[in-house]
């Protein structure tokens, strides 16, 4: 993830380029580095540099990478003559390169020849089951043809090589989420927050799924999730503090004529709801009298 600082240096570098300062290799160097998606930039400067031999000539073995990246730029912004100009170009510098087949492969992908891109993809992945590039492109092409078992599938088959890829995880729970498959979306946020505890937003989004599914044992999790996120985020997430008071509501008509630990404490709810009112009256106090009345709605005894 890219820092607020890294961001401002991107963005200064850029600005100073695209003003003739100079810089363009440096700034090409540094969206390469933190892996930031600017391609229009990319595809502009870099071509900028190759098609002068002068500052070509400059690069080194570097000039490769320059048309590597240039070509994926390229790519992005549907600009096919040009990949295609950059992968020939390294096509003959390396011509049994896996690399510059995995190129060939997402060009063939950007032209919209699945099938074409699929068997490439599936040939490298033969010879190099652990490249976790092609593996993403599976799941991105199967996506693109809103082909979402086969994205579920794929994914699948990813993180069982690379289980600590959280943004797999969480692209499969969202997916899992989007098709009502709560069980399975619960799962993944169980593996999201065992690895990385502190993130907030995977405890939430975990409570929603939770809460979703219903059923007392299910709620009464819920709701210590969405009071962990509130305690994560310094009792500032809106979201988290609607879930305790939904949650304890929930729990209050469920767990009736129960035994007493199994029946809902006042005293959360009571705290969440003094933190959202308060917060209404900050942020938007015309609407602090429809929220007073949705929180009496929510009755716990």
């Known amino acids: 993830m890219v820092t607020k600082t890294e961001e401002s240096q991107v963005n200064r570098l850029e600005n100073q380029v695209d003003n003739g300062g100079g810089g363009a290799w440096e700034y090409l160097c540094l969206v390469r580095k933190l892996k930031v ?96 590039v092609i593996h993403k492109r599976m799941v991105a092409m199967a996506r693109a043809q809103g082909n979402i078992s086969g994205a579920i599938e794929w994914l699948n088959k990813y993180l069982e090589i690379f289980m600590a890829d959280h943004d797999a995880w969480r692209e499969l729970a969202e997916i899992y989420a989007s098709l009502q498959m709560y069980k399975q979306a619960a799962f993944c946020y169980e593996e999201l927050i065992l690895s990385q505890p502190t993130v907030s937003l995977y405890h939430l989004s975990y409570a929603d799924v939770l809460y979703t599914l ?66 209404y009256k900050q942020r938007a106090p015309g609407k602090l009298p429809l929220l007073i009345t949705t929180l009496k709605s929510l009755k716990i005894s």
């Open 214 to 279: 219903g059923g007392l044992e299910n709620i009464q999790t819920a709701k210590k999730y969405y009071s962990s996120t509130v305690e994560l985020t310094g009792g500032k997430n809106i979201r988290a503090l609607f879930g305790i008071c939904l949650c304890s509501a929930a729990i209050a008509q469920l767990a009736k004529g129960r035994s007493k630990e199994e029946k809902e404490s006042p005293e959360l709810h009571s705290l969440a709801a003094l933190a959202l009112e308060k917060d």
């Open 37 to 132: 998606r600017r391609s229009d930039k990319v595809l502009k400067h870099g071509l900028s540099i190759l098609n002068d031999p002068k500052k070509r000539s400059t690069l080194g073995p570097d000039e490769w990478t320059l048309y590597e990246q240039v070509a994926v730029a390229a790519m992005d912004c549907h600009t096919l003559d040009v990949a295609k100009d950059c992968i020939k170009v390294l096509q003959k510098k390396f011509p049994e390169s896996k690399r510059v087949g995995r190129l060939e492969a997402m060009l063939l992908e950007a032209k919209g020849s699945w099938a074409e891109a699929e068997k490439a993809y599936s040939s490298l992945l033969e010879e190099n089951p652990l490249d976790q």
